[in-house]
Structure formats: structure tokens, C-alpha cells
């Protein structure tokens, strides 16, 4: 079975400032996808940005984005000019490549800071 | 687009009876659907996946007979906790997936549940 492992409980980061959150996972497969969610206190999740297995190009968002390494199977997510309003909860998520695969595997979450 | 609404989004019951949550998707069809379960300051854990006409798959350790799941079309899908007790009382999210390529998954707002 595969998991997804965030190390940093908790990051704090100064508005304007740059975070890069951790995010490691295992698997035997080669074709997945990998996603950041974030939770804020409202606690709606939202998709922050989605990076496919078989892309080597790196998934980038606005002030968000990855590095994905493969071979490490690590994806580690930066957040640059930080925002009072990206203090959350941030969730990285695998899913399978498989067609008939649905099923979202979390990681257990970092809580950003933000500092103003 | 892509919007998933819960209701209620907070409800409180008596110990040993039954409560439903319900789960829609407003302007797109879900084949699939999840449940999930989020206690304070933890991840998200999977309870079930449902897919239209068919009956859910619960993830092991999450009671069939208490979790009652259905997915009877392809907008609604139902969480019915039967014969609730305090310890059930948590935050439960749903989310739904669509009928075209996208591996997305979009999340409704939660439901917190208290039983007393």
C-alpha cells in the first residue's frame, strides 16, 4: 500500500517571505499523480496544484509550486510571497495511475503560519 | 464549476439514533464518490468509496452496518451513521469525482457531527 509522509507538523513563514513544505511517499508504481491540497479554517479543501508521475517538468501555480523527484519519491511544495491568507492546513496527496483508481492517499498534514 | 455541497453542514444528535448526511454535486456527475473522516488536528481518513448503482466499498475497519453509504444517482450520494455514539461524533467530508479524464477530486465543506 502506498503512503505519504509530511515530516513538518508545523511551518512558520513571514508574509512575503518563501516556505517549502516536505512531502515523501512510497510506491512500487511508475504512473500516479501527486497533489498539495490546502485545509484552511473553514476547513473546505481546495487543490493547490496537481504534478503527474510522467512529467518531468515541474507543476507550478501562481506562488505555488513543486519539486518533484522521482527517484527520491519526494514533492515538496514552495510558497513564495506568502500571504496572510495562505495560513492553513496543507495536505499532499497520491493517487494512482491506474484507470480504475480513485482513491486519494493523505499524508498527515503541515500547518502554515504566516507571519505578518 | 466543479462544486460539491454537504448538508447539514453541522448537526447534533442523540446518543442511538441515526443521522444522514447528504453530498451533491451541483453541476457536473459523479460516478464516484468518497467519504471521508477528519478528526481535530489529523489528516483525512477514507471511510468508503461509492460509485452509482453499485454498493460502496468501505475501507477495512469502518463498520458497514454503522456507516450506512448510498450513491443512488449521479448527483447524491448519502452517509447515514446509524445508532450514533459520542465516539462517532467527528468531522465528515465528502468529495466526488467526474465522468471524464480529470483525476481530480472535489470536496464538499464538511459536516460536523456531535453526538451528545
Known amino acids: 500500500a502506498q503512503t505519504v509522509t509530511q515530516s513538518q507538523p508545523e511551518m512558520s513563514v513571514q508574509e512575503a517571505e518563501t516556505v517549502t513544505l516536505s512531502c515523501t511517499y512510497d510506491?512500487?508504481?511508475?504512473?500516479?499523480?501527486l497533489f498539495w491540497y490546502k485545509q484552511p479554517p473553514s476547513r473546505q479543501m481546495i487543490l493547490v496544484i496537481r504534478?503527474?508521475?510522467?512529467?518531468?517538468q515541474n507543476a507550478t501555480e501562481n506562488r505555488f509550486s513543486v519539486n518533484f523527484q522521482k527517484a527520491a519519491k519526494s514533492f515538496s511544495l514552495k510558497i513564495s510571497d506568502s500571504q496572510l491568507g495562505d495560513a492553513a492546513m496543507y495536505f499532499c496527496a497520491y493517487r494512482t495511475g491506474k484507470a480504475a483508481g480513485n482513491k486519494l492517499t493523505f499524508g498527515g498534514g503541515t500547518r502554515v503560519l504566516v507571519k505578518p | 464549476g466543479a462544486v460539491v455541497s454537504q448538508h447539514p453542514s453541522w448537526v447534533i444528535c442523540k446518543s442511538g439514533t441515526s443521522v444522514k448526511i447528504e453530498c451533491r454535486s451541483l453541476?457536473?456527475?459523479?460516478?464516484?464518490m468518497f467519504w471521508y473522516r477528519q478528526f481535530p488536528k489529523q489528516s483525512l481518513m477514507l471511510m468508503a468509496t461509492s460509485n452509482e448503482g453499485s454498493k460502496a466499498t468501505y475501507e477495512q475497519g469502518v463498520e458497514k452496518d454503522k456507516f450506512l453509504i448510498n450513491h443512488a444517482s449521479l448527483t447524491l450520494s448519502t452517509l447515514t451513521v446509524t445508532s450514533a455514539h459520542p465516539e462517532d461524533s467527528s468531522f465528515y467530508i465528502c468529495?466526488?469525482?467526474?465522468?471524464?479524464?480529470?483525476?481530480?477530486?472535489?470536496f464538499g465543506p464538511g459536516t460536523r457531527l456531535t453526538v451528545t
Open positions: 468529495s466526488a469525482r467526474d465522468m471524464g479524464p480529470r483525476v481530480e477530486q472535489y
Open positions: 504534478q503527474e508521475a510522467y512529467k518531468q
Open positions: 510506491t512500487s508504481e511508475s504512473d500516479y499523480y
Open positions: 453541476d457536473f456527475q459523479a460516478t464516484t
